[in-house]
């Protein structure tokens, strides 16, 4: 009876570990075939094993783990670059993104998995465990090591979000609005002839904003297509003094799921 008792506990615990696992990393059971790294078998291995960011050349530029190479997933040529990393010197790869709720870093071990490239796996807690749990190997903008406050937690992100409405209403003689999607995400204006619009690889028209906002000591307002973006734009307003500024939440998108509930509530009433 005893045994029967025992083995229930273990098998209860491991249901338990299992879905623990599973919320943690949503995605590694849609990527079986994507081997993990933890975060402390990847520091154990640092010079041993190349360590490849798969994100935007921005995100890299802003936070990446210290001596990885920037290869973005997003890249035509990404998959014949990894062929050519993989057989630069025969050490083993490792992707990472932003963490666990991205899927890119599983995408690029899938691809060049498939392009028949060995020896890969998946650190996939992402850029933000790594900085928090290894700063002395983290770099931000040319910054190494770092320290554990100029990493921007979700409460200092939430404070600086305003709703389409209160975004809207913020637009006018006193405030500097800059949309910063990509030319490939934009559509309309969402505040014609009160905006101006700079992608985020365009610095000079970023900073011509950021000057204009702060000799007019105007408020800065950014929005993007989907909210992910100002993330990241966030560290860099920071890091020029920037104030006084805030972001859409969710974005453009935001903005046209608050008009369109609008319109729906509005043929409701009539």
Known sequence: MKQVKAFLLLWVLGLASLHAAETDFPYRARYPDAPTLSTTELKARLGAIVVVDVRSRYEYETLHIKDAVNLPSSDKDFTDRVKALAGKDGKAITFYCNGRTCHKSYDAAILALRARVANVSVYDAGIFEWAK???????????????????????????????????????????????????????????????????????????????????????LLVYDATGKQVQWFQYYLENQGIKDYYFMKDGAQGYYDATLGKVILGKAAN
Do not use: C
């Open 133 to 219: 749990t290894y700063p002395e190997h983290t770099v931000l903008f040319d910054k190494s090591p770092i320290e554990a406050s100029d990493l921007i937690d979700h409460e200092r992100f939430r404070a600086r979000l305003l709703d389409a409405k209160e975004f809207a209403n913020r637009v006018g003689p006193r405030s500097v609005v800059l949309d910063i999607r990509d030319r490939a995400q934009r559509d309309n204006m969402l505040f014609p002839f009160k905006e101006q619009r700079a992608q985020l690889d365009e610095k000079a028209k970023i900073d011509a904003a950021l000057a204009q906002a702060k000799r007019e000591g105007k408020t």
